[in-house]
């Protein structure tokens, strides 16, 4: 795994992911594995708190994180397409609006994080970052998890959603009749993944006659 680094993948294929201490970190790693797959460049964040419940959640060791990192990622971080910034390093490329990316994706995002991005506090790699693609007009993606929220969380999302931000909230559908948590999973990662205009065949869509679901009428 590369660290601090500069990439050398085109801006477009180039995304920032980061995790921070909202439950759900199994959203972000899965969607680092999607993009690794598909040939990008993942420029990956975490957060003091991130870590902290990777270890309740996935059993990570927050004192082994480059050992971490490789055992899930294996050859993509071996190779350097899977780029790791300590989340203290306001220093590394990202930081940087100069630094060409398509975008950034918070996932989980914490209702903390969310109001710093919200309010332009920029006191770490994960803020900065996000304030980037903010100035620059990049894309920005955020999926929150908390319940229940109050006037002030839903106040930040708002202020972001007005500045083009994507909410796209960890919420699960039974629609599809999920069987396993797998599957749960596959269904958000593939919903951020339709937000940042990458195919994929994580989920059966509405519709999609080859699952044998029939469109609906008020569908068509
Ligand atoms: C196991 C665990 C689960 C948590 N789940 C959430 C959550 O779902 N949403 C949230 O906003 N904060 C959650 N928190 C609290 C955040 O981790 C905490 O507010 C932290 O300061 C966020 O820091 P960060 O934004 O820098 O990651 C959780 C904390 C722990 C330890």
Redo the contacts with the bound molecule.
């Keep these: 795994m590369a660290e601090n680094q500069k990439g050398t993948a085109p801006a477009r294929n180039r995304w920032v992911v980061g995790i921070?201490?909202?439950?759900?970190s199994i959203y972000g790693i899965r969607l680092a594995e999607e993009l690794l797959k598909r040939d990008k460049e993942v420029h990956l964040v975490v957060?003091?708190?991130?870590w902290?419940?990777l270890k309740?959640?996935m059993g990570w060791q927050a004192s082994k994180r480059s050992q971490m990192l490789q055992d899930r990622f294996g050859d993509f971080a071996i190779n350097g397409r899977l780029v790791y910034h300590p989340?203290s390093d306001i220093g590394a490329s990202i930081a940087s609006g100069s630094f060409r990316v398509s975008g950034m994706v918070v996932a989980?995002?914490?209702?903390?994080?969310?109001s710093?991005i919200a309010h332009g506090i920029s006191d770490?790699l994960?803020t900065r970052a996000a304030d980037v693609m903010l100035k620059e007009r990049r894309r920005l993606l955020l999926v929150?998890?908390?319940?229940p929220l109050h006037a002030i969380h839903l106040e930040n999302m708002l202020t972001l959603a007005r500045l083009g931000v994507t909410i796209l909230p960890a919420m699960p559908a039974f629609y599809y009749k999920p069987q396993s948590m797998d599957e749960m999973i596959n269904f958000l990662v593939g919903k951020v993944l339709d937000s940042m205009d990458v195919e994929h065949d994580l989920y059966r869509r509405w519709g999609d006659e080859q699952y044998g679901l029939e469109t609906p009428d008020h569908h068509r």
């Design positions: 921070t201490g909202a439950s759900g957060t003091e708190a991130g902290r419940v309740e959640e989340n989980p995002c914490s209702m903390g994080t969310l710093s770490d994960m929150p998890r908390e319940t």
